[in-house]
């Protein structure tokens, strides 16, 4: 593909409250056994994308161990290749990344050392699956000079989100980053294709102007003297920025067709694969409706709920619309109802959560190293 790749998955987001406090967003666990950054990387392979650079900041000890083998997703190459990029000390700046412009801005020498001439720039805590080679035909078919890819949500706060406007034409009129209220339910997804050069001279150009981020200082605010075009996608998206929302999107695996649509239509999603044994189902066990990845043992009643790798039930346990993150202990007659369980915790025997309103995150004082 004549296209380089970018993930931003630097961001920190206080929306996942405890979860976010010791991984990256883009490092947090998805369907048993992927990261919410394995999608777009799957993406970039599947579309045939061979450099792809991730841009990482905030809590990045987990996403960068994620990360250190490029060979899951084909990136272990001679030409091209994975490339992570965290902020670094220069004699010019001593900055963190202060936005999504100025972390290109901070790796402008891989833009510039690229000979591709388009950019695939995508967003690390999105779950979706998506061509990109199509949204690039499409941007040359519209000589576009930025092409957004959108969607249209239902019966989710849109607010979170850029809310759009196009014409017939597909021409972005409007644009409002998190506005207090919605004019319209299409939103970015926030996954971009431009040409590279321009890229360069815009990002070059917020430098010296001191302006910060990728859609405020260049979406809106070139919005009427760039060609900006809306690709529109209706197939699955998330984005699992909030609590609420990374709660749905794991539930959504335990619909047959997303698993379907996710695991078994082509192309497949890859994601760096742990040698841990199948799943043990003692007498007693009693699933149903559930995701259990590898390495679990279950002794309890499961039921609507989502089991990450190593996850030990207890007897008489009683696990009901919760998730369940890696390596967590449940002791004895524990009981846990729609919650989410950090990983590496050891949850004591006889242990009550639940939660009638919302998404209970249950932290014990005795948890291990979060990965």
């Known amino acids: 593909m004549r296209a380089i790749g970018i993930i931003l998955a630097g961001g920190n987001n206080h929306k996942m409250r405890e979860l976010s406090q010791k991984r990256a967003i883009a490092a947090m666990p998805i369907a048993g056994s992927y990261r919410s950054i394995d999608f777009a990387l799957s993406n970039m392979s599947n579309s045939h994308i061979q450099k792809v650079a991730v841009f990482t900041q905030y809590n990045a000890r987990s996403l960068n161990e994620h990360l250190s083998s490029s060979k899951w997703w084909d990136f272990g190459r001679k030409q091209g290749g994975l490339y992570i990029f965290t902020p670094t000390i220069t004699p010019d700046n001593s900055f963190w990344y202060q ?32 061509d990109y080679n199509k949204v690039l035909e499409y941007h040359i078919a519209k000589r576009a000079d930025i092409t957004v890819v959108c969607t249209d949500v239902h019966g989710e706060d ?12 597909c021409r972005i009129e409007e644009f ?48 009427n003297l760039k ?67 590898s390495g679990c043992i279950i002794n309890g009643q499961v039921e609507n709920s989502v089991l990450f790798k190593k996850v030990f039930v207890g007897n008489n346990c009683v696990i009901k619309n919760s998730i369940i ?9 524990t009981h846990i109802e729609n919650c989410i369980v950090e990983s590496r915790d050891t949850i004591r025997a006889n242990s009550y959560f639940s939660s009638e309103e919302g998404i209970k995150i249950v932290i014990e004082k005795n948890e291990r190293y979060v990965l």
């Open 325 to 333: 993150l890696n390596d967590v202990y449940l002791g004895d007659n």
């Open 99 to 130: 936005g999504t412009a100025d972390a290109m801005y901070q790796n402008l020498n891989f833009l510039k050392s690229s000979h591709e001439p388009y950019v695939v720039i995508a967003s690390g805590d999105c779950v979706y699956k998506l």
């Open 158 to 169: 849109v607010t979170r989100f850029g809310c759009l406007k196009m014409n017939e034409d």
């Open 176 to 223: 409002d980053e998190k506005p207090m209220v919605a004019q319209s339910n299409t939103i970015s997804t926030g996954i971009y294709v431009i040409r590279r050069r321009q890229l360069i001279e815009l990002i070059e150009k917020c430098g010296q102007e001191g302006r910060h981020d990728f859609v405020k200082d260049i979406l809106i605010r070139y919005k």
């Open 227 to 293: 060609r900006i075009y809306g690709y529109k996608i209706n197939t699955y998206w998330s984005n699992i920025s909030t609590v609420e929302s990374y709660y749905k999107t794991n539930m959504d695996f335990l619909k047959p067709e997303i698993r379907d649509y996710f695991f078994r239509q082509y192309p497949g999603v890859q994601s760096k694969i742990d040698d841990l044994p199948p799943a043990k189902y003692n007498p007693g066990a009693a699933v149903k409706n559930s995701l259990i990845s």
